[in-house]
Structures are given as C-alpha cells and as structure tokens.
C-alpha cells in the first residue's frame, strides 16, 4: 500500500504558487532605504486577513477619490507614476513584489509631490481577495512574469482563478488591460478570457492589439524587448 505523503511542515508556504521571481536585487541607496523609513509607511496598503470585512480602497487616500485604478507589478514604475500625473482625481494602488521596483515609485512619488499613489510591496492575490466588491474601476497587469518554460506556465499569474477574483472586485464595464511580449502567453490569456463568463476582449481590428492604446505610458521593461515577440496590448471589459 503506498505512504500517505507527509503533512507539510510547520511554517511552510500554503496558497497558490508564486507568480512571481526574485524580490530582490542589488541593495539599495541610502536615500531609497530613508523613503521606506520614512515614506512607504504612510503609504502601505495594510491587507486586512481572511475574514475580515471588504477593504473599500477610496478610504485609502486623504482625499475624496473619484474612482480607484489598480497596477499590478508596476516595475519600475513608470506607468503607475505617469497615470497618477494625469489623473489627479483619481487613486492609484500599485502592487509590486519586487523591492526596488518600489523603492523607484517611492522616488518618484516624493519627487512629484504625487498624493494619490498607495503601494503594496508583495503579492496581489491577497489584496484582490480582500478588496470590496465593485471597488475598482479599472486594473492593468503590464508585462507580467511570463514563466516561458512549460513546467512553469502553471505559475502564470493571469489565469480563470485571477480574472474571477478580478472579476468580484470591478463593476460591469470596469477595464482591464493586460500587455505581454510572449506571444503563447498572450495565446493563453485570450483563451481564458474567451472561456470566461465575466470578460470579453475589445478589440474590433488588429490595431486594437498590435499599437499602443493611445492612454499607455510606456514602460523601461517594454524598451528592453526581453520577449519573443512585439509587445501585444490586450483591452477587456467586463461583463
């Protein structure tokens, strides 16, 4: 009769898989340590635990908002801090794992003298989880982790499981926008989409995904062209 496996042991990580890599790099500047000294904590996301009650996001910022946007793995932060300028009146949640992808935002949101951005270094599974229903109006997921190699694809972060956790915090015709210059994984995300009852792609003609959207700031890691093919916008609405 074959062994049960062992219960995990104590401490050990539960939950879905990491979607993402490394969270840190080289160190940082004594002027970026001083920011997360001194900066980051008035502007954390503190995600309240299972159980709890929703967290209303506009409640987040010292002033009346007039919606919120989500940005998950912001990077270096180009576009989080670029749609903040732009968009005075609106609140901006920006999630990113990786520390010095922070610690750039947390630069440039002092620089700019910027008061409607709030950061979450980590994972955003658990703030989604945890956001009121309807409380986003719109989300972008700009060049996720594309986990090229096949035994890792089930660590992709925009999978069926993601989009309906999106799909519970943002009202009907709320947008996401997702980018990606890994032309399976942009297969794959249209795949579930297509299969999902909550969403629909936007596109009308091959420019609606091969150009980008006429609101997007283009990012450093776009610059890089790290993929296999041309960066590819993909626009969905919620149903």
């Given amino acids: 009769m074959p062994s049960r496996p062992d219960p995990p042991a104590a401490g050990a990580r539960q939950g879905p898989l990491r979607s993402f890599g490394r969270t ?12 997360f000294q001194a900066l980051y904590p008035h502007l954390a996301v503190d ?21 919120v946007w989500l940005e998950i793995g ?21 999630v990113e ?22 950061l979450l270094e980590g994972d955003a599974r658990p703030l989604v989880a945890a956001l009121a229903p309807g409380s986003i109006t719109r989300a972008f997921v700009l060049f996720p982790d594309p986990w090229p190699k096949a035994r890792h694809h089930k660590r992709r972060l925009l999978n069926a499981a993601f989009l309906t956790g999106l799909a519970r915090v943002m009202p009907e015709g709320a947008r996401l926008r997702v980018a990606t210059d890994w032309s399976d994984y942009a297969t794959a995300i249209l795949a579930t989409v297509e299969a999902h009852p909550h969403w629909h792609w936007t596109a009308r003609a091959a420019d609606d995904w091969r150009v980008p959207p006429a609101d997007h700031l283009t990012t450093r890691y776009q610059d890089k062209r790290l993929g296999d093919c041309p960066p590819v ?3 969905f609405q919620r149903a």
């Fill in 24 to 35: 840190r790099g080289r160190a940082l500047s004594p002027r970026q340590e001083g920011l």
């Fill in 47 to 67: 995600v309240p635990p299972a159980g709890a009650p929703p967290l209303d996001p506009a409640g987040l910022f010292d002033r009346p908002v007039r919606t």
């Fill in 74 to 94: 912001f990077g270096g932060a180009e576009h989080l801090l670029g749609q903040a300028a732009r968009h005075p009146d609106i609140g901006l949640i920006g």
């Fill in 97 to 118: 794992p990786f520390r010095e992808g922070v610690a750039k935002a947390l630069t440039g949101i002092e620089a700019q003298g910027l008061t409607n951005v709030r």
């Fill in 233 to 235: 916008f993909l626009d």
